[in-house]
């Protein structure tokens, strides 16, 4: 699913969409435990969380995540979105809770990611 | 090729900053994508541990044709005991460093899981030395 189509689903709000608008996110991660974050080996993530601070950008960045979704409207600060914008991830801002947000997806196809 | 970086203790707006160099770094060099992210996975938790638990650190790294080489060496508290460090789950991080979203007791668990070769020595009150080497 594309991130802009993610993102109607959710109603969510777009930041740093530049140069990640064909990604196609095929399974979604919810934590907000950025070492649980860090254990993920799958691609075509999107991570879903409530833990809006510089680090979910660092830890997406090395997990090779290139979109975030912060539910309950958890907004980034400015040094959080020039560092998105800076390494190419996209953040979604969202006014659902991170239960809802994951239901949404999982009805629209998005898988989970399987632990090994 | 060799790059050293500084870390200051408590400082999680720069946590990160050496990893997401070294992984610029390592793309520039077409290394496996699989690869570098091991590498900077596991360089990142262990500078995320000298933030959460140092005074300060520096960060060595050595790349050349076979291998990553990193050595991470800081002053601080150490560790009483790696054996207990290392098992899934221990933690005696703050609740500033939980907020951050770390302090689980993953760190070095994670680190082991994705160096080819860890090593670990620490001194209390002294401070604590992490290597990393993986090949590439």
């Known amino acids: ?116 | 090729m060799k790059f050293e970086y500084k870390v200051q203790g408590g400082n999680f707006s720069k946590a990160g900053y050496a990893s997401s160099d070294l992984k610029k770094i390592l793309k520039q060099l077409n290394v496996n994508p699989a690869i570098i992210k091991r590498v900077v996975v596991a360089l990142y938790e262990a500078e995320v541990n000298i933030v959460a638990h140092a005074y300060n650190g520096t960060i060595t790294i050595d790349i050349d044709d076979k291998q990553v080489r990193i050595v991470l060496e800081d002053q601080g508290p150490g560790i009483p005991s790696i054996e207990q460090a290392m098992q899934k789950g221990f933690s005696t991080a703050s609740p500033h460093v939980r907020e951050m979203g770390f302090g689980a007791g993953m760190g070095l668990p994670n680190i082991k899981k994705n160096a080819d070769v860890m090593n670990i020595t620490s001194k209390v009150n002294v401070g604590t030395t992490v290597e990393i080497i993986n090949y590439i």
Not at chain 1, 4 to 22: D, K, P, T, V
Not at chain 1, 81 to 88: K, M
């Open chain 1, 1 to 116: 699913m594309l991130i802009n189509e993610i993102a109607s689903n959710i109603n969510a709000q777009i930041h740093c969409i530049e140069g990640n608008e064909n990604i196609d996110i095929t399974k979604a991660f919810t934590s907000d435990l950025m070492s649980d974050v860090l254990t993920i080996e799958d691609s075509d993530v999107v991570l879903i969380t409530g833990l809006a601070n510089i680090q979910t950008i660092r830890t997406a960045d090395m997990a090779d995540i290139r979109c975030i979704i912060l539910g309950r409207n958890k907004h980034p600060s400015s040094e959080m979105l020039e560092l998105a914008e800076d390494i190419g991830i996209t953040v979604l801002v969202c006014p659902l809770t991170l239960f809802h947000i994951s239901g949404i997806l999982y009805n629209k196809g998005i898988n989970p990611i399987l632990i090994k």
